[in-house]
C-alpha cells in the first residue's frame, strides 16, 4: 500500500487552476481567513497558518496578486527595460534594483530593448497594460509614441544611465558628454597627444565619443582617429577596432573605449601585436567590470556605480507608489575615473 496521500482535485473553474476557494477546503478554514493567511500572516493564529501554508505546498497554489491589486490600484511589480542582459555593464544596477524592490515586498520584471531598431516601445505597451507599480528605464532617448504612453499611463517613471534637466518623471545617472570630456583631458595631461576612440553604436556611447572629440580638438590635438562597432560590444570587436585603427592612425598614443570590454579586446590585440602598454599606447575603458583590476597591467577605466542607479531607482519607485513626494526628481552620480596601469 502506497503511503503517498492523494492528489488533491481540483475545482474545475475556467482554467481548472487550483483556487483560494479550494486551498480554503484543504486547510479547513473560510476562504477570507485562507486570503488573509497569505497576504497578512500575522493577523491569524499560528495553527491556521500552518494548515494553510501546508494547503498551498500541498496544491502548488499561486495567490493571485493582481486581484489584490484592481482593489488597491497596487500590483507590486515594477518593470525594468535595459538594452541587454549579455554584456555585464547593467547587472549591478538591475542586482541592487531588485534586491532594493524586494526588500520593500515588490518585485522586478525586466525586458530587453536591444540597441539597433530597439523594441522599447513594444515593451511599453506590454508593460503598461499590465499596469506596475513602477518602470526603470534606461536611458532618456525615447520614441515620440513612447513619450506620449508614458505620460498619459500615471505610472511612476525612473530613468537611469543618463542626465537631462528635464525627465519624464524621475532621473538617476550622471553626463555621458561629462565623461568623453574627462578622458580627453585625463590623457593630455598624461602626455598623450593621438587619440582614438572605439565605440559602440549605440545613442550614449556616440554622446561620450562627441564630447571626447570636441575636447581634444579644444585641446589642440589632432583630429581623433575613430572606429564604432556594433552594441553590444565585445573582445572581439575591440581586436578588431584596434587593427583597424592602427591601419589608418598608426601614430596613435591612446584609445578610449566604450566598453571594458572593448578595451579588453585592444589591449589582446596590442599584446598580439607587440605593442606596449602603456608604453607605446595608454588604453582607458568605461564601466570598470570586476576584471578591470586584475588585467595585466590593470585596465585604466571610468567607474560608475550602478548599484547606487538600482538602489536609489528603487526608493523613488517605492516612495511614489506609496503616496509619497511628486513632481520631477534628479539625482546625478557622476562617475570617477580610475586610474590603473595601463594609462
Excluded at 518585485?107 to 530587453?112: A, N, P, R, T, W
Excluded at 525627465?167 to 593630455?188: C, I, K, N, Q, T
Excluded at 511614489?320 to 534628479?330: F, I, M, S, Y
Amino acid at each position: 500500500m502506497s503511503n503517498e496521500e492523494p492528489p488533491v482535485r481540483r475545482a474545475r473553474r475556467g482554467s481548472g487552476a487550483v483556487t483560494l476557494h479550494d486551498v480554503a477546503k484543504l486547510a479547513g478554514v473560510a476562504p477570507i481567513t485562507a486570503s488573509r493567511a497569505l497576504s497578512s500572516p500575522r493577523q491569524v493564529s499560528a495553527e491556521v497558518l500552518q494548515k494553510v501554508t501546508a494547503a498551498v505546498e500541498r496544491t502548488g497554489y499561486v495567490r493571485n496578486v493582481l486581484a489584490g491589486g484592481l482593489a488597491s490600484t497596487r500590483s507590486r511589480l515594477v518593470a525594468a527595460v535595459v538594452p541587454t542582459i549579455a554584456g555585464p555593464v547593467f547587472l549591478q544596477t538591475v542586482q541592487a534594483l531588485t534586491q532594493a524592490l524586494a526588500e520593500r515586498g515588490y518585485q522586478l520584471m525586466l525586458g530587453q530593448s536591444g540597441y539597433v531598431d530597439s523594441r522599447e516601445d513594444a515593451l511599453l505597451e506590454a508593460i503598461i497594460g499590465r499596469r506596475p507599480d513602477g518602470i526603470v528605464l534606461t536611458g532618456i532617448m525615447h520614441s515620440t509614441e513612447g513619450r506620449k504612453r508614458l505620460l498619459a499611463a500615471g505610472i511612476p517613471v525612473v530613468e537611469t544611465w543618463d542626465l537631462t534637466p528635464t525627465p519624464l518623471d524621475m532621473l538617476v545617472g550622471f553626463s555621458h558628454p561629462a565623461v568623453g570630456r574627462a578622458v580627453s583631458e585625463f590623457l593630455h595631461a598624461r602626455g598623450r597627444r593621438r587619440l582614438a576612440a572605439i565605440a559602440g553604436d549605440d545613442e550614449r556611447a556616440f554622446r561620450r565619443l562627441q564630447a571626447f572629440q570636441d575636447s581634444a580638438r579644444a585641446l589642440g590635438l589632432p583630429e581623433v582617429a575613430v572606429v564604432r562597432v556594433p552594441a553590444p560590444t565585445t573582445l572581439k570587436s575591440g581586436r578588431a577596432a584596434l587593427a583597424e585603427v592602427l591601419r589608418d592612425a598608426p601614430g596613435i598614443d591612446a584609445v578610449f573605449c566604450s566598453s571594458d570590454l572593448l578595451a579588453l579586446g585592444v589591449m589582446t590585440q596590442a599584446q598580439a601585436r607587440g605593442i606596449a602598454v602603456p608604453g607605446q599606447l595608454a588604453v582607458v575603458g568605461f564601466g570598470d567590470l570586476e576584471f578591470a583590476a586584475d588585467l595585466h597591467p590593470a585596465l585604466t577605466t571610468v567607474r560608475i556605480d550602478g548599484t547606487a542607479i538600482g538602489r536609489q531607482a528603487a526608493q523613488f519607485i517605492v516612495e511614489r507608489a506609496e503616496g509619497g513626494q511628486r513632481g520631477p526628481r534628479v539625482v546625478d552620480i557622476g562617475f570617477s575615473i580610475i586610474e590603473r596601469q595601463s594609462a
